[in-house]
């Protein structure tokens, strides 16, 4: 999945003409794989998101069908898969302080609030900090580190495909303040966004801490919304079988993926917004490459 852009997933769900742009007058391919945004200029700050909605979902991800599919398949899997999250969870629970499982509050179809679950992979602590993590967190565990790069950390959320408030493909449940879509469909486990912004965390390691929810809500948010939204537009059974595929594969075998995937999305995204600012990388030398992250609280854990 290396070297992953905005055009990966053309064959899975191809964009309506009016939404592609091959042309690329403003160079929004210049950021390369070795290469992170620095702070956006300042015509991008009045560019806020529009909003989104998955009124135009496919009857596929509407229908009842797919339902009961992901249902048996997540009730499945939450069964094969018990062993690894009672390991993992006791694993968790000798190795840091805290509860086993981390619950959260997330934003669900047509508006509706859920609790999302996953295997704590971060540090109970004090104080105020980020909703966004990036390589490096200090808040993340060393467990929590190797849960997070195989998606362990991600198993419990087969008990919400169970429960109705997700389904296993779609828009990431995102915190209610970041929310850049109105769904009518279920937020899924996996989708188009998550398999190009796998490295996200990396990808924004390169964006100074003040910035860095700023920079979130701008160009990342947005970006990745129109990846899911123009996926739901005209998802099948195996388009979703497709994405399925995609993220075991990625799972076991992403671990050498590039930045060039978000990288080029979210340079693509600004240049689409605001044609006369410009996106700068960062040299591997500055020394914003390598600021800490202060520790932040449990509930904002990502």
């Known amino acids: 999945m290396g070297g992953m852009s905005s055009f990966s997933f053309d064959n899975l769900s191809p964009s309506e003409p009016q939404d592609r742009s091959d042309a690329n007058p403003h ?11 620095t702070p956006f200029s300042a015509p991008l700050a009045g560019a806020a998101p529009a909003s989104r909605t998955c009124s135009q979902a496919s009857r596929w991800v509407l229908s ?3 339902r009961i599919v992901e249902g048996a398949i997540a009730l499945t899997a939450l069964i094969a898969v018990t062993p690894i999250i ?11 302080r805290g509860p086993v499982f981390f619950r959260q509050r997330r934003m669900g179809r047509n508006g509706r609030e859920f609790t999302l679950y996953k295997i704590r992979s971060m540090r109970v602590a004090e104080g105020a900090g980020s909703s966004i993590t990036v390589v490096g967190d200090a808040r993340i565990t060393p467990l929590g580190a190797f849960l997070r790069r195989y998606k362990i950390d991600e198993l419990p959320q087969f008990w919400n495909v169970v429960r109705g408030d997700m389904g296993l493909v779609g828009p990431r449940p995102k915190l209610p303040h970041h929310e850049a879509l109105h769904l009518d469909c279920r937020p899924g486990i996996t989708g188009v966004a998550t398999l190009a912004f796998r490295k996200e965390e990396e990808f924004l390691s390169g964006i100074p801490e003040c910035e860095l929810e700023a920079f979130y809500e701008l160009f990342v948010k947005p970006a990745k919304a129109r990846l899911d939204l123009d996926y739901m537009r005209t998802a099948t059974w195996v388009s979703d079988v497709a994405v399925l595929g995609r993220t075991v594969m990625s ?9 060039a995937g978000p990288a080029e999305i979210v340079a693509r995204y600004a240049a689409e917004r605001a044609p006369t600012a410009k996106v700068v990388p960062i040299p591997a030398s500055h020394p914003l490459r390598h600021r800490p992250v202060q520790p932040a609280t449990l509930n904002s854990e990502v």
């Open 86 to 96: 009672l390991l993992a969870a006791a694993v968790v629970r000798l190795t840091s």
């Open 27 to 37: 160079g929004v391919h210049a950021i390369r794989a070795r290469e992170t945004p």
């Open 64 to 66: 009842a069908n797919r």
């Open 251 to 259: 799972c076991l075998f992403g671990s050498n993926e590039s930045l």
